[in-house]
């Protein structure tokens, strides 16, 4: 497997737009997390899914940010409209079956400018 | 609120000597503690974990201990390696829940 996969690495965008942030989980993985690392908060949980159903959103900072889990392959979190101060990287990761860690993607370096 | 702590956001260590990452934690109820490692612009990766019902776990040169009581859990690397060099994350869970982390401890292994 190739691990988490997620797209795109690096996104540089103007405040006010919208951006899209996309996560493959591994195969048979049946939890879904969405953080985003900061330095005053660390790995920051926004949102996580299991079964494609999403579990606990309270992290998500404010209506701007939504997430959506169509099927257990594809996810997607969404910031409408980007501000400046959601320039952070996000991470996707995933778990399931006997496995107690969590594995986690290559992350999105998101610049709003 | 932080559940999971960890106090120091660096750490200077000499190459060969013993790294002591340190994490404390508030809920009781966590079943699972886990350490991760993360380099510049890579995702975190797992490096060692340890179960609530026991006190240490050893992988190489990686230790993990759990003191329950004080809730506290703490990460040994002996010896020490420049590519040790890297942010650990503590990390703590309830089975079939969500992971919480730490903000990070920056290790510098210098030669």
Redesign the interface.
């Known amino acids: 497997d190739a691990g988490?996969i997620q797209s795109p690495r690096h996104e540089v965008t103007e405040m006010g737009q919208e951006v899209t942030l996309r996560c493959k989980p591994i195969s048979g993985h049946d939890y879904l997390?969405w953080?985003r690392q900061t330095?005053?908060?660390?790995?920051?949980?926004l949102i996580?899914f299991?079964n494609n159903v999403p579990?606990?959103d309270s992290g998500m900072p404010e209506d701007r940010f939504s997430a959506k889990m169509p099927n257990a392959s594809f996810s997607t979190l969404k910031i409408q409209p980007s501000e400046p101060r959601d320039s952070a990287v996000y991470?996707c990761?995933s778990t399931g079956g006997a496995n107690?860690?969590?594995?986690?993607?290559?992350?999105t370096r998101l610049t709003v400018v | 609120d932080?559940q999971v702590k960890?106090n120091s956001p660096s750490l200077s260590v000499q190459e060969g000597r013993i790294s002591i990452l340190n994490c404390d934690y508030t809920n009781s109820m966590f079943d699972?503690f886990?350490w991760?490692k993360k380099y510049p612009?890579?995702?975190?990766?797992?490096l060692i974990?340890i179960?609530s019902i026991k006190d240490k776990n050893e992988d190489g040169r990686f230790t993990v201990f759990l003191n329950k009581s004080a809730k506290h859990l703490s990460l040994h690397i002996v010896p020490s390696q420049p590519g040790d060099s890297a942010v650990y994350?503590c990390?703590a869970?309830f089975?079939?829940n969500?992971?919480?982390?730490?903000?990070?401890t920056s290790l510098t292994v210098i030669p």
Do not use: C, H, K
């Open positions: 988490v997390f953080y330095m005053m908060r660390g790995l920051e949980l996580y299991n579990i606990d991470f990761a107690t860690e969590a594995f986690f993607g290559q992350g | 932080q960890q699972y886990l991760y612009a890579e995702g975190p990766t797992f974990s179960s994350f990390a869970r089975t079939g969500q992971f919480y982390f730490g903000t990070g």
